[in-house]
């Protein structure tokens, strides 16, 4: 239920949605804020992760997104991160907090990324993969975390990414935050899965969005996945499953990886069905409505000072365009999956997005 701000003793997660505040996941309130230092072009995240502020923010990159994904009005809580420094800037602050993230789709995944950090073995370096990494978002994450809450560990860092731009971006990320990592610029899928697993004896988190090849790689490194990994956190996409002419495979591939490892006995500690873009009443109700992007101005974003009534928010629940969650409705496209192998995990005590307290026993 949500709190009032009298109530909240962990800190008030905002949903943007409904202007409602809920408590924040025991994981989040880990999270180092800072202060940190304002550094034109540089965006420090959470953790003191310091990323080129040209790739999540559009405001710092022309008005134009950066690479082929439009993550600024995609992602809640990173747009709503890039303003923040904006407002830094403009303000002349030499320091800043980083604000705590906002309720939105990636809200699920920065908490079993972090948590995957806390319950990590103390006898064996964090192992991390990332295949489909942009510029390295959730390994880098996972690492800046680590190094703050546990720099005692050490840990391993793969990243895989097909596109030669997000591979320099890699690069930069990489050189900036001083991380020591490895690196494949090539299409990602389940023999090179397969190839990388072979070189570790175990893996913390592996994150696949490999936009739609992510249920083949993982039927194609199985055996492998089931041996070594202890969590995966998967976006999974609504491109119907190419991989057989079975009439039992024609269906989104959310559903498939689900049922896919579900048999096989994973546990599911979260999942974010696939939302149906387009909407009865509303046509495509995620650009429009929640990230207020109309279908002329897909590429770009004006940042005029009639910014704030391009979201119609208010509709969007109207039109039950959302997945309602622990903390709220959230509106968002891609779906999601988190599920954690049951030979490393145990289904009693494994972690929940309804959690009050630190679950950080969860490893057999």
Not at 241 to 257: C, F
Not at 317 to 331: A, F, I, K, N, Q
Not at 342 to 347: E, L, R, T
Request: aromatic residues 10%; neutral net charge.
């Amino acid at each position: 239920m949500p709190r009032t701000p009298a109530e909240l003793s962990v800190g008030a997660a905002v949903n943007l949605l409904t202007g409602k505040i809920y408590a924040h996941h025991p994981v989040m309130m880990q999270l180092d804020l800072g202060p940190y230092s304002v550094e034109a072009g540089i965006l420090t995240e959470w953790n003191g992760l310091r990323v080129p502020a040209r790739f999540d923010c559009d405001i710092f990159n022309n008005n134009t997104a950066w690479g082929s994904n439009l993550y600024f009005t995609e992602q809640a809580a990173r747009w709503t991160l890039c303003w923040q420094h904006f407002a830094s800037l403009r303000s002349g602050l030499q320091t800043t907090l980083s604000p705590l993230p906002v309720v939105d789709e990636e809200y699920t995944e920065m908490v079993a990324t972090f948590q995957s950090v806390l319950r990590a073995k103390n006898n064996q370096p964090y192992v991390v993969a990332e295949y489909g990494a942009r510029w390295g978002t959730w390994g880098a994450r996972a690492i800046a975390f680590l190094q703050k809450r546990r720099p005692q560990l050490g840990y391993k860092l793969h990243l895989v990414e097909s596109y030669p731009e997000s591979c320099r971006a890699i690069g930069e990320v990489m050189a900036l935050n001083r991380f020591n990592y490895t690196m494949e610029c090539a299409r990602a899928d389940g023999r090179s899965l397969n190839r990388w697993l072979s070189t570790v004896d175990h893996v913390d988190l592996l994150d696949l969005d490999l936009q739609g090849a992510e249920h083949g790689a993982i039927r194609e490194a199985i055996e492998r996945l089931e041996e070594k990994a202890y969590r995966i956190t998967i976006a999974t996409h609504q491109h119907r499953s190419r991989i057989s002419v079975r009439p039992e495979w024609a269906q989104p591939l959310h559903d498939l990886t689900k049922k896919f490892l579900l048999d096989r006995g994973w546990l599911l500690v979260a999942e974010m069905p696939h939302m149906q873009a387009k909407h009865a009443g509303m046509g495509n109700c995620v650009e429009e409505g929640f990230r207020g992007r109309p279908a002329a101005d897909r590429h770009s974003w004006r940042t005029s000072g009639h910014l704030r009534t391009k979201f119609d928010w208010e509709r969007v629940l109207r039109e039950g365009c959302y997945v309602m969650t622990e903390r709220g409705p959230v509106c968002q496209a891609d779906g999601e999956l988190v599920m954690d192998n049951p030979k490393f995990v145990a289904k009693d005590r494994q972690l929940r997005l309804s959690d009050t307290f630190l679950r950080v026993d969860d490893l057999l």
